[in-house]
């Protein structure tokens, strides 16, 4: 329906430490033009992925201040957080990465200021049209690929199998512990270096990912599969978990490097590299555990931002926002997926909110005052006599 109405989708600079993406790049610009989508850009918003204010200016975006834009924007378009929630105002919606599970309160506050939330990382991930929208997928996979490279960074020998004049090196030795989306792109890349790889996980349906890949799948004969819902991984039971990490030390320690991806939705990251696997491993060994987070991570001891070396000369390094570290890439892929989604949204120049659209059903988290989507709603405290879907409850 062609309306005449443009809608302002504006562009931040992001401020969370070390972030170093942007949500939308140049290019973005003239594909959401002809869906009547102007582009405001905050002045310096592409700095840290090298994208210049001309760049977006040459694009056709407006290259404006932060105020303006909370000022004047419809929509504004993040990869994590937006400013202070204070800056937004009622009928603005805000489109990013913005983890309503791990704080349903952040959207309550927006959603009490009236504002329109929707996170990318609630899109259902396994219906094919929303693929293109997969932000939590395109992010994994250059993490996963950077990953290998900070690997191979704090390794004291090569990857591949050298031989020259001055000796031959073996090529090292890399195991991958869960092989969702960021620990297949670890293998790929850890192949193209050259590495023998190895991989597993706890479904077993990727076991022909693993291979397909040219890595060999590491069998465990203690633990079964522990498929879950929508793809993902359940959580183990004590019993499970202990098997498990008896048996992986034995692997563990035979390994030049191991690289750890493994996450269960909701629940803290599982234990899969012990104490007693690390005391197993030789001197100059190194391992990167990308679960590493507040709650624990992968691997015994791993700090999130932190590298660290242990008695015996194993390093450690609890990986952080690795996909920010590859700003360009990053941003050019999500800057498609955010830009697929903002598309999938408009109607006629403006937002066109329906939950019963199986997408926005994931995606929005407040619309019109209130949490809208069910899991965050009732992560939140229900006051006496109200279901707990109203964002302002508390
Ligand atoms: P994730 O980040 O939640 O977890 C990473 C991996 O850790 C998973 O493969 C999981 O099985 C594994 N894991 C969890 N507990 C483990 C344990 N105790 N031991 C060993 N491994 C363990 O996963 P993800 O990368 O987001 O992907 C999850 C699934 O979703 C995969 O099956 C992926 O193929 C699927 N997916 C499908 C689509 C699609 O259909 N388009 C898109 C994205 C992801």
Do not use: C
């Not at 989708?9 to 610009?29: F, I, N, Y």
């Not at 489109?95 to 791990?102: F, K, Q, R, Y």
């Not at 952040?106 to 293109?132: E, K, M, N």
């Not at 405290?381 to 964002?391: L, N, Y």
């Amino acid at each position: 329906m062609e309306t005449g109405r443009r809608m302002k989708a504006a562009v931040v600079k992001e401020t969370s430490p070390g972030e170093r993406r942007v949500a939308l790049v140049p290019d973005a610009v003239a594909k959401l033009a002809p869906a009547g989508i102007d582009v405001l850009v905050e002045s310096g918003a592409g700095d840290g992925a090298w994208l210049s204010d001309a760049a977006y200016a040459d694009a056709g975006a407006s290259i404006v201040s932060a105020a303006e834009i909370y000022r004047t924007a419809d929509v504004i378009l993040t990869v994590t957080r937006p400013g202070a929630v204070g800056e937004l105002r009622a009928g603005q919606a805000v489109i990013g990465m913005l983890a309503p599970l791990a704080d349903p309160e952040y959207a309550a506050a927006l959603a009490a200021r009236g504002v329109t939330v929707i996170s990318l990382d609630g899109l259902p991930r396994t219906l094919s049209r929303a693929q293109p929208m997969d932000a939590l997928t395109s992010q994994s996979n250059v993490a996963g690929y950077k990953a290998v490279l900070v690997a191979a960074g704090e390794f004291g020998r090569f990857f591949p199998l050298l031989i020259t004049a001055a000796g031959t090196a073996r090529p090292a030795k890399v195991l991958v512990l869960g092989t969702g989306v960021a620990g297949l792109q670890a293998i790929g890349t850890a192949r193209r270096l050259g590495a023998v790889v190895s991989g597993y996980d706890i479904r077993p349906t990727s076991k022909d990912e693993v291979t397909s890949l040219g890595a060999t799948f590491l069998e465990l004969t203690s633990v079964g599969s522990a498929a879950g819902e929508g793809g993902y991984a359940r959580e183990l039971t004590a019993e499970e978990r202990q098997a498990q990490q008896e048996e992986l030390t034995g692997h563990i320690a035979r390994q030049d490097v191991v690289i750890t991806t493994a996450q269960v939705p909701g629940r803290k990251p599982p234990l899969l590299v012990t104490e007693d696997a690390i005391k197993a491993m030789a001197p100059g060994s190194v391992i990167v555990d990308m679960a590493a987070s507040a709650l624990g991570g992968n691997v015994t001891g791993s700090v999130p931002g932190q590298t660290t070396v242990t008695g015996n000369g194993v390093t450690i390094v609890g990986a952080e926002n690795l996909a920010a570290t590859v700003p360009t890439a990053a941003s050019n892929a999500y800057s498609r997926n955010i830009s697929a989604m903002l598309l999938h949204l408009t109607s006629g120049g403006a937002l066109a909110i329906d939950t019963s659209d199986e997408i926005q059903a994931g995606v929005v988290i407040a619309h019109d005052g209130r949490v809208v989507h069910e899991g965050v709603a009732s992560l939140l405290k229900p006051v006496e006599g109200d279901p707990g879907v109203d964002g302002t409850a508390n």
